[in-house]
């Protein structure tokens, strides 16, 4: 246990950090209430109809795109982001180096320079721009994501904890229920989620692989590229944060409860790990 | 480095033409000769306030071509989008003179025909067949609308009045000047060159030697310190004379009207070293997959009343001369403002902008191309 | 031994779809961008010519500019990725292991959500909040202090990018905290190590991993974005992906495909300097 001072101590930073985090988040909300077009301070007046002005069609289909290719993006991320981690964490085969570099590749690179290569091998290919364009956009750093956080998670825990399970006697279910998931679990989440967030939110692959549709993201631009309407994005940002509440409450209480079973499996690697140590 | 002859752009151009998809019965050349019946939707690249619901909601239920519009702030980004997707992405764009012609060379564009714009016929002479959208008499796109790049100023912080283009190259409102982030402002300053130094014999600010240009580019290096920001979204421009971070520097009418809309004490005007200009044309594109929806389209925002709705939101002057008595009754004294009908004179005294190529007028093949003046730009940034 | 035990096979069956996949249409596409660079373009209309040439990658030497957009986008990124590491490090510790069971959750929700409002919307409310007659310099004038002049500047580019990757770096530093078994801080203190030599010797190194993981996504976002710079940037705030933005604009593609080159290499340099520092074995 920590000293109380120092548990006081990291108790008000954090307070800062999630102040510093939600103040420019509230005056966003403050502001879908703004009369006027034009964003300036203070809020000359107050009006609620920008609301019924956001809900428009254009919206909705901006908005069902957005959450189609995130889903979509996120779950081949997720599948092929911890194959990914898993052979380059345990396994030692010529070009490992070079795979964790080129999965590392799309977000390394400036978003433009993915826009341009994939939309210039779309053109080649004749392949019309439309959502399956921009999900292969988005699943090219989606993956590096998870990629990432599962290989930390990896890193840290031991390749002997599968053996270990089937030499008690589980098999490839079960070793994956009581061991594998809760190893990996709250980075699968946090990973997914990630993901999910960046998906949402892209702009710049999306530009080039999204033809004449818009996701949200693009639709937010156009908005403010107008600079007539601009409350109006406001409004969006504000529905997406209450929105989103309810999911990531959910995605919370997922890793939460994994954290009961990860005592138990932490029981189990703990084991292991100090037979490790002893070893060396 | 090869020339482009003329002879192979209007070969490209008769192959390209041969390619359009049937839009009605065809004549010997190629182009159609009737609207077919439209396709149901439509895509087009426009500048900011181009596509209003104010116009756009009639079209829409008139025609039942649904109009889906992307932004683009700049020429560059406009011809970007249209080679996208191999160029099908889009059915058309209102680009300005400093596009059009790249757009016309390389292939992006297809060439229309005129006769099926029954407003085209009132257009102001100048614009029925201008250089920048009409080679060798094929035309390839209809002229939209023109207008001057203003010189934007704060009444109240600003005085006195500017009434030349060196209060934005003076350092007297250091740090709250801004310009277009845009290369083709090297024209601007070349334009000013043209009075303040008139032994560099500036004729076209968008063909200059490579000492011009030096001048040019020296004149923006000693701006660089001046300047806040350079807008590149015109909701910045807005934002930064809104907010308090500039009180002088180039815009568009439409920033003036939004502004003054949004009660900011701004004026604009043409200063008296003249102004640089876009003259806009809407342009098909040469794999458009909604071609009757764009003729209907082109069509539309020809007519006096819809020439008139836009030039009174953007700030601009129709190519539709018979839309300035329908300016004056949706506002009083607009046509006089954005200068409808205005003289032949005028017209020529705005610089239009134009792609800068090596072939000067004077026959010289030592101009800049648009390529130095983009890397002049970046560099100047820095 | 049974084909299927060979480790080969098993790295091989793990890895096939994800770089099929990359292979297929990513990295070709890349590489056929990296050939352009290597090309040229017609001035009139910009289309590529190919006349093989390294004159896009000499003037990245010649030109001054190149270097400076290079220096100042990672140096940013690293600016960005140090302050999310200094902000994120305790926030992640006090989730972790100091916070109760309703704390974490409020606090872990309050680190998400700000994901979802929208990236673009939050940059230009940081616009409003370092204006010039924005909120912190009328904050400022309230209490006494001169105005900051930090909006549209250097300085307001770092703080945003600070502000929005925050939530990256400091999901993965909490997970790599959390994992931290409790019985090795207290088999640390019952070998006579004191708070601080238990949180250097034994937390740190453990939580490294989390802390490089997080900090690929802060300094790589940095690296590569172009729109913060461009809605709240100044006069000299150009960012490698702006200049490669503007490039493409012009229709050069092989100067942009050549100073792409740059990030990459860049990259490359942060994960071997990542792999010597040992980043990558925890144990």
Not at chain 1, 106 to 128: D, E, R, S
Not at chain 2, 28 to 42: A, D, F, H, R
Not at chain 2, 211 to 237: G, R
Not at chain 3, 177 to 187: G, K
Request: proline share 6%.
């Amino acid at each position: 246990m920590e000293q109380r001072s120092t548990r006081i101590g990291l108790a008000v930073w954090s307070t800062l950090v999630v102040l510093f985090l939600w103040i420019p988040l509230a005056l966003i909300i403050l502001y879908a209430f703004n009369k006027s077009n034009v964003q300036s301070w203070p809020i000359p007046a107050f009006t609620t109809h920008w609301f019924r002005a956001a809900w428009t069609s254009e919206v909705r289909t901006s908005l069902w795109l957005s959450v189609r290719v995130g889903l979509i993006a996120t779950g081949i991320a997720l599948v092929l982001g911890s194959a990914a981690a898993f052979g380059v964490a345990r396994f030692r085969f010529f070009g490992r180096e070079a795979v964790s570099f080129l999965l590392v590749l799309p977000i390394a690179l400036p978003g433009i320079v993915t826009g341009i290569a994939l939309n210039a091998a779309f053109v080649a290919g004749n392949i019309n721009l439309s959502l399956w364009t921009i999900v292969v956009g988005h699943a090219t750093f989606c993956v590096v994501i998870v990629y990432n956080n599962v290989l930390a998670r990896l890193r840290r825990s031991s390749p002997s904890l599968i053996e270990a399970s089937q030499d008690l006697g589980a098999d490839g279910w079960q070793t994956f229920r009581f061991v594998i998931w809760p190893v990996l679990s709250t980075a699968l989440v946090a990973g997914g989620l990630l993901a999910f967030a960046l998906s949402f939110d892209e702009v710049i692959v999306t530009t080039f692989t999204a033809g004449a549709q818009n996701t949200i993201p693009l639709l937010i631009l156009g908005y403010i590229r107008l600079g007539q309407q601009l409350p109006v994005v406001n409004v969006i940002a504000f529905a997406m944060i209450v929105l989103t509440a309810i999911p990531v409450l959910l995605a919370q209480r997922l890793m939460r409860d994994t954290g009961v079973l990860r005592r138990s499996a932490g029981n189990v690697t703990e084991a292991v790990e100090s037979a490790q140590i002893t070893a060396v | 480095m090869t020339r482009i002859r003329r002879v192979h752009v209007l070969v490209a151009v008769l192959a390209a033409a041969l390619c359009v998809p049937a839009a009605g019965v065809s004549s010997g050349n190629g182009l159609p000769t009737s609207v077919g019946p439209g396709e149901g939707q439509l895509n087009l690249i426009a500048w900011e306030g181009y596509t209003q619901p104010q116009w756009v909601k009639p079209f829409e239920k008139a025609t039942g071509c649904q109009v889906n519009a992307k932004y683009a702030g700049s020429s560059d980004e406009m011809v970007t989008l249209m080679r996208q997707g191999g160029g099908s992405q889009y059915d058309g764009v209102s680009a300005s003179g400093d596009a059009s012609l790249r757009l016309i060379y390389g292939h992006d564009v297809q060439p229309v025909n005129p006769n099926l714009i029954p407003d085209w016929k009132n257009f102001i002479p100048a614009l029925k067949s201008p250089p920048h959208n009409t080679v060798k008499g094929v035309h390839y796109g209809i002229s939209l609308q023109w207008g001057p790049n203003t010189l934007l100023y704060n009444t109240k912080l600003v005085k006195p009045a500017p009434t030349s283009w060196s209060v934005i190259y003076s350092p007297k409102y250091k740090g709250k000047i801004t310009v277009p982030d845009n290369p083709i402002q090297i024209a601007d300053a070349a334009l000013y060159l043209a009075k303040a130094q008139p032994s560099l014999k500036i004729t076209d600010p968008y063909e200059l030697t490579s000492t011009q240009f030096n001048a040019a580019v020296n004149l923006l290096k000693q701006q660089k310190p001046l300047i806040k920001k350079y807008w590149a979204l015109a909701s910045d421009e807005i934002d930064l004379f809104k907010n308090g971070d500039a009180v002088v520097g180039a815009s568009w009418p439409y920033q003036t009207n939004t502004l003054q809309a949004a009660k900011v004490p701004v004026k604009d005007l043409i200063p008296t070293e003249g102004a640089t200009g876009w003259a806009d044309t809407w342009m098909m594109s040469a794999h458009a997959k909604h071609p009757n929806c764009m003729y209907k389209w082109m069509a539309w925002v020809s007519t006096p009343k819809v020439q008139a709705e836009q030039a009174i939101y953007f700030g601009e002057t129709p190519a539709n001369p018979l839309a300035c008595p329908i300016m004056n009754k949706l506002s009083p004294g607009s046509a006089a403002q954005y200068h409808c009908g205005a003289s032949a004179s005028y017209f020529n005294s705005i610089k239009f902008w134009k792609t800068p190529i090596a072939t000067c007028d004077n026959g010289q093949n030592d101009c800049m191309d648009y390529t130095k003046w983009q890397q002049a730009w970046t560099q100047l940034k820095g | 031994m049974l084909f299927w035990r060979h480790p080969w096979a098993k790295a091989l069956l793990l890895l096939a779809p994800p770089l099929l996949a990359f292979i297929l249409v990513y990295l070709a596409s890349l590489f056929a961008l990296f050939v352009s660079s290597f090309w040229t373009i017609n001035p009139l209309t910009t289309e590529i010519q190919h006349v093989w040439n390294v004159q896009n990658y000499t003037a990245l030497w010649d030109s001054s500019v190149f270097r400076v957009v290079t220096l100042r986008t990672v140096g940013i990124a690293a600016a960005v990725t140090l302050t999310d590491t200094i902000l994120a490090f305790p926030l992640g510790y006090f989730m972790a292991r100091v916070a109760g069971g309703r704390s974490r959750a409020f606090v872990f929700v309050a680190v998400l959500l700000p994901l979802w409002s929208s990236y673009l919307v939050r940059v230009y409310i940081w616009r409003l909040i370092l204006d010039d007659k924005g909120i912190l310099n009328w904050t400022l004038g309230k209490v006494g202090l001169p105005a900051a002049n930090i909006g549209y500047s250097n300085w307001a580019v770092w703080l945003i990018f600070t502000y929005v990757w925050l939530p990256f770096m400091v999901l993965p530093v909490y997970g790599a905290l959390e994992r931290i078994p409790e019985s090795y801080v207290e088999a640390s203190r019952d070998l006579g190590a004191g708070g601080f030599t238990t949180f250097r010797r034994v937390v740190l190194p453990l939580a490294l991993p989390g802390v490089v993981a997080g900090s690929i996504f802060t300094f790589s976002l940095t690296l590569g974005d172009y729109v913060t710079p461009l809605l709240a940037g100044g006069a000299s705030s150009q960012f490698i992906g702006n200049v490669v933005y503007s490039q493409i604009g012009s229709g050069d593609v092989p100067s942009a495909a050549a100073f792409a080159v740059v990030p990459l290499a860049v990259m490359g340099v942060y994960l071997l300097i990542a792999r010597k520092l040992g980043a990558f074995e925890a144990l």
